[in-house]
Structure formats: structure tokens, C-alpha cells
């Protein structure tokens, strides 16, 4: 079965501060290194043998996959298009500063609609994007996990399964939980597991 | 508040491969072994306040059980909650489904409905299983269990998250699994977890 695991990394100091990283490159938190080793050999236990690791270029994402890589004895492989979604002027604000900055704007995105603001990713566009990347690492029969972050993964997880990419209903993805999905046999994709952890 | 849908544990017919539906065939040593996994992690996860409600098929029920036996709070049978009726497709395995219906087996795998004569349409289990699951999240104040089965866990959790019925998009969770959900203000259901198994459950 042609089957991607959707992995998100491991926490970093900005994520314990709740600030936004989007394009910034934060890494691990000391014990995002342990949270991401244990990820790993449960996926690997779960889900191996595993035919390849492919790593969104953000540090957080390649000191998560490093760790997978090790379990499933293959070298961890870059991919621009699973890099995270620029969150532009927001970068390094959490979300308590943003309210009160950016009101209308805050509104705005707790609705799941893109805020108006200067070099904002938006929904549609890196969708589409990861989406893409998705579906070009894909091997047939085989599993091949990504690499990734939250809004990121998210997105991806949309275009795959043909749901807009304003929807609202796929929930949060923790640190280190990962998303299965498996191709059926028109190509189509299906969500087998969503959210999953180590413990 | 958080919403959770079990599928039962195993029973010799899913070992087997063979279609229940409404047949009621109950747990095998493996299924009860991963009832009492389902229970002991969801008991540890649930708040005091807690809603146990269950198909009342014996393989649902029994899972329901041994939840209900670690809180006590008691499990309510909701016959909405059964598992959708397969007819002449009940207690035939996967090749014989193929041999006899090579069609209508692979148009069901890619769109849910085979439109076969006896077969429960998924529009009427996607409208009783949503109907029963948002009634008893109205009923309950705390959290919500609700055990029911494979083929009816897919296409309501499916449609309670907003996706159209023509297409599979959930896969199947396996027997002791379950699914975690929240139901916003605006009564929008969130898909928080899928096909969840604690590490030690058994398959």
C-alpha cells in the first residue's frame, strides 16, 4: 500500500513561548530531541520498513527527521515544498500580542480566513503547495514519511483529500504526532490515522 | 469537552475476513483482550463526568462493557448506532464478495455504496449515526463515549467533518480503536484524533 506518514517536529523554545516561527529556523528544545526519538521508534515499530525520509529544510523539521532516519537506517532527504507557511510580519509575536495589534485580523484567522497582513502565506496557495510536495514523494507500495510542520502538514492534509483549504474541521496537530495517509486504488487519498503519539 | 467513537473489539468474523453488518456475533479472546485495552486507556483519559453509549450489537455492547465496568456510570443502547445492514452481503468473505459482485465490491470500496438491493444506503447511516451522535453530545454535559462499529464509524465521522459521502476519504479503524472529536459553539464538529490504539492493546 502506497502510504505517507505526515509528521510534525519536535518542539522548539518559540513553540513553549506560543510565538509564531513560520519561516524563521528555531531548533529543538533539548527535550525535543528525546519527544522526537520516541516518535520515531514508534513509527518505525508501527509503520517500517520505512523507504524514505524526506524533511521540510527548516532546522526544527531535520533534527526531528534525523532521529527517523537513524531508526530507519535510510539518509534523511531535503524538500523545499515541505517548508512551513510564512507567516510574515507575525513571525516571533505570539498569538496574545497579535490580538492585540491585529484585532480584525486576529478574528479573521481564528476563523480559518488568511489575516490581511504583510507576507502572509496563504491558505490556498501553500496548500497547493504541499500538496504538491505530497504527492512527488510518494513511492508506490512503499512508506515514506514527511517531514513537517503544523499548518503546514494541515494544509497538505486538505489537498490531499480534496477538502478547501479554508475547512476548519481537521484539528491541531501536537509536536511529534503524525497523520497516515494511504492511496487507494483510483489514486484517491484516505486518512487512516490522524493526530497519532508516541505514548 | 471531547466526543469519543469506539469501534468494537475483534470477533472471529473480522478474523475471518466475513462481512457482519447486522449479524451479531460477539468478541473473540482478541477482541476482549482489546476491549479491556480500549477501557483501560479511555478510562484513563475521560473525564469523571462521562456518557457511555453503545450499538446494541454484543460485539459493541461488550466493548461498551468493559469501559462501563472500570466507571460505572452505565452504557445506553442506541439502536442508531448499529452498524449498517449488508443483507445478502453478511457473513461472505472478501473473495466471495468479489466472485459474486466484482462490480458493485469495487464501486463500494471507492464510493462507499455498492447499489446492491439490501444493502443499507450510506445516506441513511450517515443521518442516523449524526442524528444519535449529536443528540447524545446535546444529552451529555461531560464527555461522550460512543461504541458502535467499522462501516458506520467511517461514514458519520466522515460527514460530521464536513466531507461528502461520494468519496472514501476515512479509513477503516481498527477493531478497540477510536476516533477523538470536539463539537464547537457553532455546533461545527473538529477531528482531533483517528484510529487511535494505546501501544499495549493487542491485534
Not at chain 2, 15 to 33: E, M, P
Not at chain 2, 172 to 201: C, E, I, K, Y
Amino acid at each position: 500500500m502506497t502510504t505517507l506518514i505526515l509528521w510534525r517536529h519536535a518542539p522548539t523554545g518559540y513553540n513553549l513561548e506560543q510565538r509564531l516561527q513560520g519561516s524563521l529556523d528555531i531548533p529543538l528544545v533539548p527535550h525535543g530531541r528525546a519527544a522526537a526519538r520516541a516518535a520515531a521508534e514508534r513509527i518505525g515499530a508501527l509503520y517500517g520498513p520505512i523507504a524514505a525520509v524526506v524533511s521540510s529544510p527548516l532546522t526544527r523539521a531535520k533534527q526531528s527527521a534525523v532521529e527517523l532516519g537513524a531508526v530507519a537506517r535510510v539518509d534523511v532527504v531535503e524538500q523545499p515544498g515541505l517548508t512551513q507557511r510564512p507567516y510574515g510580519e507575525w513571525e516571533g509575536l505570539t498569538w496574545n500580542e497579535i490580538q492585540q495589534r491585529w484585532p480584525q485580523e486576529y478574528d479573521r484567522r481564528m476563523q480559518g480566513l488568511d489575516p490581511r497582513i504583510e507576507g502572509w502565506g496563504e491558505s490556498a496557495q501553500v496548500a497547493e503547495r504541499v500538496g504538491a510536495a505530497l504527492r512527488s514523494i510518494a513511492l508506490s507500495g512503499q512508506t515514506v514519511v514527511a517531514v513537517s510542520h503544523g499548518s503546514a502538514l494541515t494544509l497538505g492534509v486538505a489537498d490531499l483529500v480534496g477538502m478547501g483549504p479554508s475547512a476548519v474541521t481537521l484539528g491541531h496537530l501536537p509536536h511529534a504526532a503524525w497523520n497516515v495517509l494511504r492511496q487507494g486504488s483510483q489514486g484517491d487519498w484516505r486518512i487512516d490515522g490522524y493526530a497519532l503519539q508516541a505514548d | 469537552v471531547r466526543t469519543f467513537v469506539v469501534r468494537h473489539g475483534r470477533t472471529a468474523w473480522n478474523a475471518a475476513g466475513r462481512l457482519q453488518g447486522g449479524t451479531d456475533i460477539s468478541l473473540d479472546d482478541v477482541g476482549v483482550a482489546q476491549a479491556h485495552g480500549a477501557a483501560q486507556a479511555l478510562g484513563g483519559i475521560v473525564a469523571a463526568d462521562v456518557t457511555i453509549v453503545s450499538s446494541p450489537l454484543v460485539r459493541a455492547a461488550d466493548t461498551a462493557s468493559a469501559l462501563n465496568s472500570l466507571l460505572g456510570t452505565g452504557v445506553h443502547l442506541d439502536e442508531r448506532l448499529r452498524e449498517r445492514s449488508y443483507g445478502p452481503w453478511e457473513g461472505l468473505s472478501s473473495d466471495e464478495r468479489r466472485h459474486g459482485w466484482p462490480d458493485a465490491v469495487e464501486r463500494w470500496k471507492v464510493t462507499g455504496d455498492p447499489g446492491v438491493e439490501g444493502i443499507e444506503s450510506q445516506t441513511e447511516v450517515i443521518e442516523r449515526m449524526g442524528l444519535a451522535i449529536n443528540e447524545w453530545r446535546d444529552r451529555a454535559s461531560g464527555d461522550l463515549v460512543v461504541f458502535t462499529h467499522g462501516g458506520a464509524a467511517r461514514a458519520s465521522v466522515q460527514s460530521l467533518i464536513g466531507l461528502p459521502p461520494e468519496r472514501r476519504v476515512m479509513g477503516l479503524l481498527g477493531n478497540g480503536a477510536w476516533v477523538r472529536m470536539h463539537r464547537r459553539a457553532d455546533r461545527v464538529w473538529v477531528l482531533d484524533q483517528f484510529n487511535v490504539t494505546p501501544a499495549s492493546t493487542p491485534t
